[in-house]
């Protein structure tokens, strides 16, 4: 690897010299072009940055909490597999969960709770988080469409996890890295971590000598110039 040993040192190289935009320009060089989920998938707080191995999570909508007429047993347990899907959790993942509508919130306090005791990194849902206070306080990372007291217990289940998801019509992995700040969250495949990292971590330094370039009048034409980047 060279840059990095293992996850940890480099989620703490992102954590402290890099950003979304910059990994997110690297994959457009490489012809990744559709790694950022929507705009609207936003951190509880504006200073939360989350970045660890997706955990996948696929949740449907439900409409009663448990049924008495159904052909499926899993339409009966409240949640669907929610528990065994948070209490999977490993360290340094990242519950990631989409395939329901926002129509309530998929992420809250308690989850939190049991998500940090697991050393996650973090919570991205495609719909709405709660509990807002308790997760602040917590500094537990979470990505959601904002904030919603509605509950998912009658009106969504968990049913499967650690599977291949599609999030805002992003293709995500088990494993991929989920890489998210106030400007977007994003998803660098797995086979195209090392080379976007790597050249993040080079454009990242190399943004520091065009910035430097400009505060002493350098033209913005000369800069590019003379650095390729901007």
Same mark, same amino acid.
């Given at each position: 690897?060279?840059?990095?040993?293992?996850?940890?040192?480099?989620?703490?190289?992102?954590?402290?010299?890099?950003?979304?935009?910059?990994? %997110?320009?690297?994959?457009?060089?490489?012809?990744y072009l559709h790694q950022f989920l929507s705009p609207n998938i936003k951190?509880?707080?504006?200073?939360?940055?989350?970045?660890? &191995?997706?955990?996948?999570?696929?949740?449907?909508?439900?409409?009663?909490?448990?049924?008495?007429?159904?052909?499926?047993?899993?339409?009966?347990?409240?949640?669907?597999?929610?528990?065994?899907?948070?209490?999977?959790?490993?360290?340094?993942?990242?519950?990631?969960?989409?395939?329901?509508?926002? #129509?309530?919130?998929?992420?809250?306090?308690?989850?939190?709770? &049991?998500?940090?005791?697991?050393?996650?990194?973090?919570?991205?849902?495609? %719909?709405?988080?709660?509990?807002s206070n308790e997760i602040e306080k917590l500094n537990f990372p979470t990505?959601?469409? %904002?904030?919603?007291?509605?509950?998912?217990?009658? #009106? /969504?289940?968990?049913?499967?996890? &650690?599977?291949?998801?599609?999030?805002? /019509?992003?293709?995500?992995?088990?494993?991929?890295?989920?890489?998210?700040? &106030?400007? /977007?969250?994003?998803?660098?495949?797995?086979?195209?971590?090392?080379?976007?990292?790597? /050249?993040?971590?080079?454009?990242?330094?190399?943004?520091?000598?065009?910035?430097?370039?400009?505060?002493?009048?350098?033209?913005?034409?000369?800069?590019?110039?003379?650095?390729?980047?901007?």
């Amino acid at each position: 690897m060279g840059l990095w040993n293992n996850d940890k040192e480099l989620f703490e190289i992102a954590k402290k010299e890099l950003f979304t935009a910059l990994v %997110g320009d690297v994959l457009d060089k490489m012809g990744y072009l559709h790694q950022f989920l929507s705009p609207n998938i936003k951190p509880l707080r504006k200073d939360m940055v989350i970045i660890g &191995r997706a955990m996948t999570v696929l949740e449907a909508d439900v409409f009663s909490e448990s049924a008495n007429q159904t052909n499926n047993p899993m339409m009966k347990k409240p949640f669907g597999i929610m528990f065994e899907a948070l209490d999977s959790l490993k360290e340094n993942e990242v519950y990631i969960c989409s395939g329901s509508s926002p #129509r309530y919130a998929l992420w809250g306090g308690l989850m939190s709770t &049991r998500a940090l005791k697991l050393k996650s990194s973090g919570a991205v849902v495609d %719909g709405y988080s709660r509990d807002s206070n308790e997760i602040e306080k917590l500094n537990f990372p979470t990505f959601s469409l %904002g904030t919603y007291a509605q509950d998912q217990g009658p #009106r /969504g289940k968990v049913i499967d996890y &650690r599977i291949p998801i599609e999030f805002n /019509g992003v293709h995500i992995n088990p494993g991929d890295i989920v890489y998210g700040d &106030r400007d /977007g969250v994003l998803i660098i495949p797995k086979d195209a971590e090392n080379e976007a990292f790597e /050249g993040a971590i080079e454009k990242a330094r190399g943004e520091k000598l065009v910035q430097k370039a400009l505060e002493a009048g350098m033209s913005t034409v000369e800069a590019f110039k003379k650095f390729g980047i901007m």
